[in-house]
């Protein structure tokens, strides 16, 4: 049972936690300060960065903390985020792409995208691609990329990305994470080829009580917890992704998730399904996420 208390000193290490100021990447951010990393906040807006910073910082920790602007719904910000860090960093031994929207009313990215497909797989794909050449530098760093179970009945439909069809929000919910799941196979397939020392690792956290859910009814999330069972609270959530950051144990290419049915409980290895394996689907997805975001990998 790997838990919090597992996690390796930190110290000297320059983390990246996207989605920072709540949920899953709160607990995410707040450990891995805890554990002496000097973590950048990554959130949608200033103020909610700088909120977060003093929210973590009043729970202590030994590490540093930093604010970051990085709205994924504009390639734009992800642009400039990028380049602030670049600037003003010399390493990055772990980026967490965490940051998410789920089944919001029917709305596009800045760029014409179905939100949940822009924000949880474009803007991350963008900003994974801008920062890669520092990943590359950094010895043995990590890319770890949160995708979720529902992955698994998802299909990625390249006639419907700006909802040009109709718009389903748990569809595109589910495509948008079955995306972020192929991207993190398929960079790793990738890198390996290149032989880069960089892993990228994939993680879902389960069923957990977070403001991911704010957009669905009570009555869906009772019916939820009917089919399911109870909840986790988001620091249980968080492990998955924290195990795949600093464990020894987390290789790339793997998914991690709590083992009891991928929905609760503590982190493991599990089987990564068909749908996210298929080479020739990952080829275009990545081809087409170049073409639309204009972020060219070195792989």
């Known amino acids: 049972m ?12 320059t983390i990246i936690v996207t989605g920072a100021n709540t949920g899953i990447g709160f607990e995410t951010a707040l450990a891995l300060y805890e554990a002496g990393a ?8 200033l103020q909610k960065a700088e909120e977060t910073l003093v929210k973590v910082q009043e729970q202590g920790g030994k590490g540093s903390l930093e604010a970051g602007v990085l709205d994924l719904s504009d390639l734009g910000s992800v642009k400039q ?10 390493q990055l031994n772990v980026l967490i792409n965490n940051a998410g929207v789920a089944m919001p009313p029917a709305s596009k990215t800045e760029e014409g995208y179905e939100l949940q497909f822009g924000v949880n797989f474009l803007g991350h794909f963008a900003l994974t691609g801008y920062l890669y050449p520092l990943l590359k530098v950094t010895p043995d760093s990590r890319i770890v990329t949160v995708s979720s179970n529902g992955y698994q009945s998802a299909v990625i439909d390249f006639n419907n990305l700006r909802s040009e069809v109709d718009y389903d929000p748990i569809r595109e919910y589910r495509q948008s994470k079955l995306a972020d799941l192929i991207f993190s196979v398929e960079l790793n397939r990738r890198i390996t080829i ?31 917890v009917e089919r399911l069972g109870e909840f986790m ?20 290419g793997n998914l991690y998730e709590p083992d ?24 275009k997805l990545w081809d087409f996420a170049e073409q639309v975001t204009g972020v060219h990998y070195p792989l």
């Open 194 to 224: 290149k032989e880069d020392n960089v892993q990228s690792i994939a993680a879902q956290p389960g069923a957990n009580k977070t403001e991911l859910m704010r957009h669905l009814s009570n009555e869906a999330i009772a019916a939820g």
């Open 260 to 283: 009891q049915g991928g929905y609760r409980g503590y982190p493991t290895v599990t089987t990564i399904k068909e749908n996210a394996l298929d080479k020739t689907v990952a080829k």
């Open 81 to 90: 985020f990028a380049a602030a860090f670049l600037q003003n960093h010399k």
């Open 233 to 252: 609270e988001p620091w249980q959530g968080a492990l998955p992704s924290l195990y795949a950051a600093v464990s020894n144990e987390a290789s790339g």
């Open 2 to 13: 790997w838990a919090k208390q597992d996690i390796p000193d930190q110290t000297s290490k």
């Open 38 to 45: 000097h973590v950048v906040l990554a959130c949608r807006n």
